[in-house]
């Protein structure tokens, strides 16, 4: 019948340590990038824009916003 002593005190901050060690870890991966990678980003998402923009269709009727309705 006799289990495991445990520490709450002990306990509470293994578990804040692990805890700010996981959002550490996370935010490496976010923010954790070199100047020259987040401009090949920053260029590579503004050549897939101009590139979709390319090839979007103009409205036929007349209409500005492109729903085929004029009002």
Excluded: C, W, Y
Aim: proline share 3%.
């Amino acid at each position: 019948m006799s289990g495991d002593i445990v520490n709450l005190r002990q306990a509470r901050k293994a578990r804040t340590r692990r805890e700010k060690d996981e959002k550490a870890a996370q935010n490496r991966s976010l923010f954790g990038r070199t100047k020259a990678e987040k401009s090949r980003d920053r260029i590579e998402a503004e050549k897939a824009l101009v590139h979709i923009e390319g090839h979007r269709r103009a409205p036929s009727d007349g209409a500005p916003d492109g729903t085929g309705k004029e009002d």
